[in-house]
């Protein structure tokens, strides 16, 4: 496929396709086992109190969620959402959020609202491929910032802000995933949280904080989200994919009216509105209590999951040398470092040979550049898969060492 096509727009022209995307053709081989996709676990899905409840919908209010809706999304879902807000100490009015289809959308309307060609965005390094695609996609220049286990490191992310004050630049947001990173598992410390808004405040800064894992503790206490911390400068995306099923392609965006009301304008020239339908679908859902029991049931069994990804990370990998991997507390993904010299990008095919796949760190690296990182994803093998599935990593590890 050509790279460049003067027939294309400058922006369709900065398009990349998306590393994941093409590797999970690969994982479609027969007897390969895949911790590459974010795919939440199917049998995790409330088939059977989806299929009642949309044909209670449909004869409830039928005329009306066939029917085009508005692109605010539909009000009894957006209260329920408030509610859920709520609860997480997001105090906000109905202006304040609207339905999107799914957060992708929400990383797309954001940068098409703030990005002009060329226009900076500071990011975690490593962050979500998604987000890379869709900043990427309005010529946003991405500067990644390095991580620890804390989060990003705020000193190294003022350190860049000035560097750039220096140049007479001024970056349009910084994206962060706060809780249970894709990719890393990483959580933002409270100190760290505080210490991001500060530097929203002193520099004038926009954060979007996008969170599809935040629910999916599975231990400790939770951080408080950002935008709680300043409702003003923080716009925050949430998504039913990881909570409840991706297949409705439903999530919602939080923040400051203003910002809001801009994103909506900007949704209504892309699809309109979300399918009210599929929205109608999940209010009741929520109405009768079933989402807080669904996050509870997903928890429960990531969590089993993880344990036993790490016992068999534990197990088959901790007499490589120099090897490390995160231990998330939540959410969907492990991080591995692999010692100096080891290339997983260079070892990806290998590992599909054997059966086995991951994601290359470099999908998530804003320069590409990363050799030396995988992720893993715990939530959509079986027991039985992750065993094995390790089994041959270790053995694709050790061939390459
Ligand atoms: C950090 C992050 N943002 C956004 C998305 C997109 O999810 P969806 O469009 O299904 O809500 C994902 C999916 O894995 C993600 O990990």
């Not at 919908?57 to 209260?79: A, D, F, M, N, S």
């Not at 520099?203 to 996008?210: A, T, V």
Request: hydrophobic share 40%; charged share 25%; glycine share 6%.
């Amino acid at each position: 496929m050509l790279n460049y096509n003067p027939f294309y727009s400058a922006n369709a022209n900065n398009m990349k396709k998306s590393e994941i995307r093409e590797i999970l053709k690969l994982t479609g081989k027969p007897g390969l086992i895949s911790f590459a996709g974010g795919l939440p676990a199917p049998d995790m899905f409330p088939v059977q109190e989806i299929e009642e409840i949309s044909g209670y919908v449909l004869e409830k209010e039928g005329k009306k969620i066939l029917q085009y809706g508005t692109t605010e999304g539909c009000q009894p879902l957006r209260e329920e959402l408030l509610k859920l807000m709520e609860k997480e100490g997001i105090h906000l009015t109905l202006d304040q959020l609207f339905i999107i289809t799914s957060s992708q959308q929400g990383l797309d309307l954001v940068a098409k609202i703030f990005i002009d060609p060329g226009d900076i965005v500071l990011c975690e390094k490593p962050t979500y491929v998604g987000a890379i695609q869709a900043f990427h996609s309005y010529r946003a220049c991405m500067h990644g910032i390095e991580m620890d286990d804390d989060g990003i490191k705020t000193d190294a992310l003022e350190e860049e802000i000035k560097r750039l004050a220096g140049q007479s630049k001024h970056p349009k947001y910084i994206y962060i995933i706060p809780d249970f990173q894709n990719p890393s598992g990483i959580t933002l410390t409270l100190p760290r949280r505080k210490a991001l808004i500060a530097l929203a405040e002193k520099y004038d800064l926009l954060i979007i904080e996008d969170s599809p894992y935040r629910q999916l503790r599975f231990e400790g206490e939770s951080e408080p989200p950002l935008i709680s911390l300043n409702s003003d400068r923080v716009l925050s995306i949430y998504t039913f994919s990881k909570i409840l099923l991706p297949g409705f392609r439903l999530g919602w965006m939080a923040g400051p009216t203003e910002l809001i009301q801009k994103a909506i304008v900007a949704k209504q020239a892309v699809d309109l509105c979300a399918p009210p339908y599929t929205q109608a679908i999940i209010a009741e859902f929520m109405k009768r209590g079933l989402l807080e029991k669904q996050i509870d049931k997903i928890i429960a069994a990531y969590k089993a999951k993880r344990n036993y990804m790490l016992n068999c990370l534990d197990k088959y990998l901790s007499h490589i040398p120099g090897i490390k991997w995160t231990e998330p507390k939540g959410g969907l993904f492990l991080w591995i470092t692999l010692p100096e010299g080891l290339d997983a990008t260079a070892m990806f095919m290998k590992a599909v040979e054997k059966n086995v796949a991951y994601v290359m760190g470099c999908a998530f690296d804003p320069e590409g550049t990363d050799r030396s990182t995988m992720r893993l994803n715990f939530s959509f093998a079986t027991m039985d898969e992750i065993d094995q599935g390790i089994q041959r990593l270790a053995n694709v590890i050790d061939e390459s060492m």
